[in-house]
């Protein structure tokens, strides 16, 4: 299997961030999980494209950009890594967590609580809808996302 990252740089990570790692998994399977999970959630939405349309991984890519310089199609930005780490991390300490099971239909959604109710939104879907959403992720990523906050995809409403 593939995962971004090394074991040593994801050790040197948790040091460097005030962390041990908790429970008995491994650095090589929580990497393993954890990339699976940002390439599930984001790998749609990463700018450029695959370099083979076989690889493992998102990353590396072609024709990718971030704050407006190319990335090497040999490379994988050292944000991806980050956020794998620090998903790591999440899943170190709640094993699972980075891969819910969704049975379609079965959610129930409290629309009334007394005197108080409320419409629930309308559009998220599919299994991703109930993945948890990592904020330090979220912001490591931003960059390397199609409508990320370089700007790309965004549109202006014009009267």
């Given at each position: ?27 090589a399977v929580l ?12 790998g749609p939405r ?70 108080i109710s409320w ?41």
């Open positions: 299997m593939a995962a971004y990252g090394t074991d040593e740089g994801f050790t040197a990570w948790l040091s460097a961030n005030g962390h041990t790692l908790p429970g008995s998994l491994t650095a990497r393993e999980r954890a990339s699976a999970y940002v390439d599930a959630l984001y990463f700018v450029g494209k695959p370099v083979a349309w076989d690889q493992d991984l998102a990353w590396p890519r072609q024709g990718a950009t971030a704050w407006g310089l190319a990335i090497p199609s040999d490379e994988v930005p050292g944000s991806v890594v980050n956020a794998v780490y620090a998903a790591a991390f999440v899943e170190a300490g709640s094993p699972g967590v980075l891969s819910p099971s969704v049975t379609p239909g079965s959610a129930k959604v409290l629309t009334k609580v007394g005197s419409t629930p939104v309308q559009g998220a879907s599919g299994a991703s809808s109930f993945m948890p959403v990592l904020t330090v992720v979220e912001g490591l990523l931003a960059p390397l996302l199609i409508n990320g906050i370089h700007g790309r995809g965004v549109a202006a409403m014009v009267v």
